[in-house]
């Protein structure tokens, strides 16, 4: 059985960079064929996809963050990590990782989620 | 960028009853590529409908998805306790968005 699971710090400063991973167990990134995504949740509020990544290193990001963000693949740890720089009290949220059901588009519904991890953006 | 309106914002009903929620896009969602979540508190979404009619795996007969172009249903034929959550549609045509999501509250 898949299972995603995000880990990092749950407390970021103003200004400076969230950085998470999303640990995949029960499945390869490399052996299989699927993008994998960030997506967050602020409190109270909607979903928001930040990005998407392929075991090669394939990218695709949201206009909207593309210039804040960089996502990165590390096979031999079956990992995937998401950065988010210069952040503002605007990004406090929970961050999921996710796999899209269907393998070899990056445009695709969600059908495993990690838990998810609160981050909170304050001094 | 598609936006995703759903109404109404909160449904208030009875176990039992018939929810109907409305997904609107401001332009034409290519393919019918339109996929509808469930999220209950502190839990992450559940996937239920994608292609905006096909259920996914392990979802229940009374979910059901309709719709094309930009108007899309999210149907539960009878709802069960363990149905009350708040309901997410998104699109996948172009880019991945998400609708702000409806509350079915009880009643």
């Known amino acids: 059985q898949l299972q995603l699971q995000e880990s990092g710090p749950g407390l970021v400063k103003p200004s400076e960079t969230l950085s998470l991973t999303c640990t995949v167990s029960?499945?390869?990134?490399?052996?299989?064929?699927?993008?994998w995504g960030w997506i967050r949740q602020p409190p109270g509020k909607g979903l928001e996809w930040i990005g998407s990544?392929?075991?090669?290193?394939?990218?695709y990001y949201n206009p909207s963050l593309k210039s804040r963000v960089t996502i990165s693949v590390d096979t031999s740890k079956n990992q995937f990590s998401l950065k988010l720089s210069s952040v503002t009290a605007a990004d406090t949220a929970v961050y999921y990782c996710a796999r899209p059901f269907v393998p070899l588009v990056v445009r695709a519904p969600f059908d495993y989620w990690g838990q998810g991890t609160l981050v909170t953006v304050s001094s | 960028e598609i936006v995703l309106t759903q109404s109404p914002g909160t449904l208030s009903l009875s176990p039992g009853e018939r929810a109907t929620l409305s997904c609107r896009a401001s332009q034409s969602v290519s393919s019918s590529y339109l996929a509808w979540y469930q999220q209950k508190p502190g839990q992450a979404p559940r996937l239920l409908i994608y292609?905006?009619?096909s259920r996914a795996t392990g979802i229940p007969d009374r979910f059901s998805g309709s719709g094309s172009g930009t108007d899309f249903t999210l149907t539960i034929s009878r709802l069960e306790p363990e149905d009350f959550a708040v309901y997410y549609c998104q699109q996948y045509g172009s880019s991945l968005f998400f609708g702000g999501g409806t509350k079915v509250e009880i009643k």
């Open positions: 292609g905006a009619s």
């Open positions: 029960g499945g390869s990134i490399s052996s299989s064929s699927y993008y």
């Open positions: 990544i392929y075991y090669s290193g394939s990218t």
